[in-house]
């Protein structure tokens, strides 16, 4: 077994990985750039309606190995969350107090999004709105939801899988991405039985453990171990999507039979660990830049706001679409014409104009969650009960609302189980940390 090492420190901020940071930021510019781009208005008897061009444009589905970094935020969380977890444990801190504090710092922004939508479909409703098409724009602008259901299960999880990283080190990861390979292998045979929706925790949690490794030292972060990796991971993918019988879009196709990240498959797997290489090779000179501090005072000004740029960036999407081919603004072509390319440019400049608009209000709520931390341990049966069951409710409600689909569900326009769910998960959570801020 490898002997741990004491994780590395940031030239110009002792104790502080800047890399994450810039990981973070990077990832959501091309993560929103990627969607906006997918994203294409139509024409349709009756007014306009929205398609992913990944669906109808094929020679896209290479530009996914670009924009697709959702596995570059688990890999980097992981590292976040290993720090995290061991500074809290070190100042005597419990392990549910803990859970309760990451938490509030990604549910918060969140619960703002699905109150903001939920106000928006009831109102559009009583004006007289189609509820289906109303209904699509709700699911439209909770899509993001999904990534956040998965990592919060990842978060919730960290003690037992930082604990299991301790003892076998990289052979979690390389057992739960077996334990992938074999559910895909059932998958393709017997189309998709329903115990392989346990692939979705699977494979993404085998990608977060391989930020434990970094934390570790057990994948020190130089070329020597980037680069092979890199080449291991690209190749490999290659293999398993041209060669093999994954298919080239790492995001998912509409219509596809099989699909990437529906659940997480062996070849996204192999494509993370390339991702991994990449970090790993060049965390040294990325480090070096962002010692200058201006530059590291733009990246941390982003990064704080990081989770209100990915949670709102569909909704200003939707508000382009109505505003700008509602009115004529942008005229509707097809989208397998050049001018539909070129037309791409004023859609993204008007996405992002609003897009910074929304992060200008909404991010100081983001700022907010990391101001006031909550306190080191939970005090008492009954916060620790309260801390389990919120988490557990606002997980599952987010789950519930992620997979509900497009079109109108109910009177909130969302799920109305899963909605509820999900709040009053948040009110058990607000509670329990009002408490241990209180007693801290």
């Not at 965390?283 to 706001?305: D, H």
Request: hydrophobic share 55%; aromatic share 8%; charged share 10%.
């Amino acid at each position: 077994m490898v002997e741990p090492q004491q994780p590395s420190t940031a030239p110009a901020e002792q104790g502080r990985e800047r890399t994450i940071d810039l990981a973070r930021v990077v990832g959501i510019v091309a993560v929103v750039l990627g969607h906006w781009f997918v994203v294409a208005v139509t024409q349709v008897e009756g007014g306009l309606d929205g398609i992913n061009v990944l669906g109808r444009l094929e020679w896209t589905h290479a530009l996914t190995w670009v924009f697709q970094v959702m596995p570059l935020f688990f890999f980097v969380g992981g590292y976040a969350n290993a720090t995290s977890f061991e500074r809290h444990r070190a100042a005597g801190g419990d392990v549910l107090a803990w859970i309760v504090r990451r938490y509030r710092r990604l549910l918060w922004p969140a619960s703002v999004l699905l109150a903001v939508v939920v106000v928006v479909f009831v109102g559009a409703s009583a004006l007289g709105v189609d509820a289906q098409r109303a209904g699509t724009g709700a699911w439209l602008a909770t899509v993001p939801l999904w990534f956040l259901a998965v990592y919060l299960c990842a978060v919730a999880l960290a003690p037992v899988t930082l604990a299991a990283h301790r003892r076998a080190g990289l052979a979690v990861p390389i057992g739960l991405a077996a334990l992938v390979a074999v559910t895909d292998a059932v998958r393709i045979q017997l189309d998709d039985p329903p115990w392989a929706i346990l692939t979705y925790v699977l494979g993404w949690l085998a990608i977060h453990q391989l930020g434990y490794a970094w934390f570790d030292g057990r994948l020190p972060p130089n070329a020597r171990v980037g680069v092979p990796l890199a080449v291991v991971g690209f190749t490999t993918t290659l293999a398993l999507t041209i060669a093999g019988p994954y298919p080239l879009s790492m995001v998912q196709v509409p219509g596809g039979e099989l699909q990437n990240t529906d659940p997480p498959t062996l070849a996204l797997l192999a494509f993370a660990v390339g991702q991994v290489g990449i970090v790993l090779s060049l965390r040294g000179r990325i480090e070096r830049w962002l010692a200058e501090e201006r530059r590291w005072s733009l990246v941390s000004r982003a990064q704080s706001v990081v989770l209100t740029l990915f949670l709102w960036h569909m909704t200003a999407a939707l508000v382009i679409a109505v505003a700008a081919y509602g009115t004529g603004g942008l005229p509707v072509v097809p989208v397998d014409s050049g001018r539909w390319l070129v037309l791409r440019v004023p859609w993204l400049a008007a996405c992002a104009l609003v897009l910074v608009v929304l992060v200008k209000v909404l991010g100081p709520l983001e700022r907010a969650t990391t101001a006031h931390p909550t306190g080191r341990r939970t005090d008492g049966r009954a916060a620790s009960a309260g801390s389990v069951a919120g988490a557990l409710a606002t997980v599952g409600g987010m789950f519930g609302i992620a997979i509900a689909g497009s079109g109108a569900h109910g009177p909130l326009g969302l799920p109305t189980g899963p909605v509820a769910a999900f709040f009053t998960g948040i009110l058990v959570l607000a509670a329990v940390h009002r408490r241990d801020s209180i007693s801290a």
